[in-house]
Structures are given as C-alpha cells and as structure tokens.
C-alpha cells in the first residue's frame, strides 16, 4: 500500500487547485443511493499564515437520494473569520450525478454541481461543477475530483473571481474495517482555470485521514471522516482539522 500512498502525495503537488476551497469542504463520491435520506454537519478550522490567526467554517445539510442516480442536498453555511464572530455565511445547494453503475466499470464516474447564495448578495452567487472519479484496488480505495467554480454576479472583486477556477481533491483509503478506515485526503486549488497561479500562490493541503461507519440497525447508521491536512505550498493554511458526521437512515 505504500506505493500508492507516495504516488498520491506526489500528485497532489501538481494537480490543479483554486482558491475557492474551505476547512469544511470534503471529497465528493460519485455515488448515489435512492431513498436514503441523511443529516449532515461539516466543520472546519485552519490555522492562518505569519500568526494572523484562525478560519473556521461550519455547515448543516440535509440530503436525499431522489432517484437511483441523483443526490440533491440543502446546506446551510456558517463561517467566522480572525477576530470577528460566527455568522451565518450562505444558503448551499448541492446536486450529485453518478454516471456509471457502481463496480461495472474499473473507474466509476460521477459529476457534481453546486450553487451557493451568499448571505451578501454583492458577493455573487457561486456556481461549482466538476466530474468525480474513483477506483478500487483490493483493500484500497482511491478517490480524484476535478473541480470548477465560478461567480455568477455580484460585484467584481479583487481576485476575479467571475474568470473560471480551478481545484481538485484526492483521497487514497485503506480498507481496515468498516467502523475504522485510514488514508490520506488532499485538496487543491490552482487558480485560473487556463492560467495557473504562480506556485508559491497555490493553495495545496494534504494530510491523513480517518473514515468509519457506525450501523445502528435497519437503514440508519453513522458516518464519520476527519483529516488533518498540512500545508503543501506557501499561500495554503499551516494546518487545517476538517471533520465531516453524516447521520443516515
């Protein structure tokens, strides 16, 4: 398992990222499970370059399984920047298509699309979309995710966000047991889609991670995923804790 695991901190160094990416952000699965139903928190918190303190994120979803190929999600989004409250920062609404029957093909693919509408309406409704990739190989999992995102409207801001970004996400898990899972999780954010940020303004995170599911009996169960990501390049957090427990049933 070792090779894999070093061919995925090599690849999360020049894999694309952009700017969009939070502490609470997760990997995506290109997966979908008709009729389940599920409750989800996210929270996240990094610790700042040169001292200049704390971001921290939170979010709390409520998700379905509308059909055997389509997951649609409703979040609301909390955030609190270096010195200021927790405050309600945006509504979120996550749709995710899988496009391949799970295990019939050596790769399943999915796509992923979101739009979020911020609490201030001059920041610009955010539209992201990207394809979800993943893979099995024995006890191992591996998971890669191209991401764009866009502003929509709003005002235009310093870091032009209205010109396309972009990001990914990897995640290379081993199989341990169902409760108890380990692996690695990356994320990354490169800048403009077709001209890339100079490295050393490159967001790249990589760090290990934990995963798990709890049954509880009939359709509900617990699930579980933590990292913590260390910065990868000069413009990326120090250190970064991101915790994601979804409740299904």
């Not at 990589?206 to 359709?219: Q, S, Y």
Request: net charge neutral; hydrophobic share 35%; glycine share 10%.
């Amino acid at each position: 398992m070792f090779r894999p695991i070093r061919l995925l901190m090599i690849s999360s160094l020049w894999l694309p990222v952009c700017a969009f990416a939070g502490p609470s952000d997760y990997v995506y699965y290109p997966s979908a499970e008709y009729g389940e139903r599920e409750i989800d928190f996210k929270a996240g918190s990094s610790k700042l370059a040169d001292d200049a303190g704390r971001f921290s994120a939170a979010s709390l979803g409520f998700g379905l399984g509308a059909t055997q190929y389509w997951f649609t999600e409703f979040y609301l989004k909390y955030q609190k920047e270096p010195g200021k409250r927790n405050r309600f920062d945006a509504v979120e609404w996550e749709n995710k298509f899988q496009l391949t029957e799970t295990g019939k093909y050596p790769v399943d693919v999915g796509l992923i699309t979101e739009i979020e509408v911020p609490r201030n309406r001059k920041e610009g409704y955010e539209f992201k979309f990207g394809p979800l990739f993943q893979g099995e190989m024995d006890r191992l999992q591996w998971n890669a995710n191209v991401l764009f995102e866009r502003q929509v409207s709003g005002d235009p801001n310093p870091d032009d966000r209205r010109v396309m970004q972009m990001g990914y996400q990897l995640q290379l898990k081993y199989r341990a047991a169902q409760a108890f899972e380990y692996g690695l999780q990356a994320f990354g954010e490169m800048g403009k889609w077709n001209h890339w940020d100079a490295r050393d303004q490159q967001n790249h995170r990589i760090g290990p991670a934990l995963f798990g599911k709890i049954k509880l009996g009939g359709h509900e169960a617990i699930k579980y995923n933590a990292a913590y990501l260390f910065g990868a390049s000069d413009a990326a957090p120090d250190r970064t804790f991101r915790l994601q427990v979804e409740y299904e049933f």
